[in-house]
């Protein structure tokens, strides 16, 4: 071979691999380049589904009990909740519709375990309570109503949704520590009396506490103090008919048949 050709294929060849050295070497810069500034990625947001605090005992065996003759043609309900964690345990009684017109009574007993450090203030209870049920203007009052249980903070309130005056009620307990929380709520907007809520309360009573025998002192010290809603003969009536109590129905009282009583507390248990 010519000796022209030999030194033109030799500079040909290291040429083109100065050519791919350089191009690779680009490759490398430019893929450098992009990790390096390359925009930061979208923050991802994981929901996730709020879990469950408490959960609903699927047979609950009553705890406590509510004797209203005057409203024994009333659906009744009685449900017990655990907390998950903390143990603590709500036995919730409740008489009428909650988001009808007739009346409405609601009594909650919360024994709180671990997943409460302190009960809040009486306003907060009801509140948070009766937010689903279009609560308005959540204010405790002064005065508190005396009961059987001591006095007891009073929250009026109104609700939106269907238009009812309602009376909340709270009472908290250090020994043992316990609280009794409710309202009573009637269509229209003439207020519920206090003496009313009292009377109400009154039929409020203790069926069992088990291994609790505080509780059990504390229903029995309660019992002592029963007005029995203005007749203090336990023997000559120890649940008198209060045609107040279920005002919003004025002829329900007069219907009431003989130990109507009895057949709403043995609807309580299936």
């Known amino acids: 071979m010519h000796p022209a050709l030999r030194d033109w294929r030799d500079e040909v060849h290291s040429t083109l691999l100065r050519l791919i050295a350089y191009l690779c070497g680009l490759a490398v810069l430019s893929i450098a380049a992009a990790h390096v500034f390359r925009p930061p990625p979208p923050d991802v947001v994981v929901i996730e589904k709020p879990k469950a605090e408490w959960t609903e005992v699927e047979r609950p065996y009553p705890a406590f009990s509510l004797i209203i003759p005057e409203a024994a043609d009333a659906p009744t309900s009685y449900a017990i909740k655990r907390h998950l964690t903390g143990g603590g345990r709500k036995d919730i009684i409740a008489l009428g519709d909650p988001n009808g017109t007739a009346p409405y009574l609601r009594v909650e007993v919360y024994r709180p375990g671990s997943e409460l450090e302190a009960f809040p203030d009486a306003t907060t209870e009801i509140a948070s309570r009766t ?30 949704d269907t238009p009812r005056s309602c009376l909340g009620f709270v009472r908290h307990f250090d020994e043992p520590r316990l609280a009794i929380i409710g309202w009573f ?37 309660a019992e002592l103090q029963r007005a029995f809603c203005g007749q203090r003969d336990p023997i000559l009536a120890p649940t008198p008919k209060y045609k107040a109590l279920w005002a919003a129905l004025p002829h329900h009282a007069s219907t009431v048949k003989p130990h109507s009583g009895l057949r709403a507390y043995a609807r309580q248990f299936p």
């Open 131 to 160: 937010r689903e049920i279009g609560a308005d203007d959540v204010t405790a009052s002064a005065e508190p109503v005396v009961t059987k249980f001591g006095p007891m903070t009073v929250v009026p309130f109104v609700t939106k």
């Open 185 to 221: 709520c009637h269509g229209g907007a003439e207020a519920i009396e206090r003496s009313t809520l009292a009377c109400a309360l009154d039929r409020f009573s203790l069926i069992s506490a088990g291994s609790e025998p505080k509780v059990t002192a504390l229903f029995a010290r």
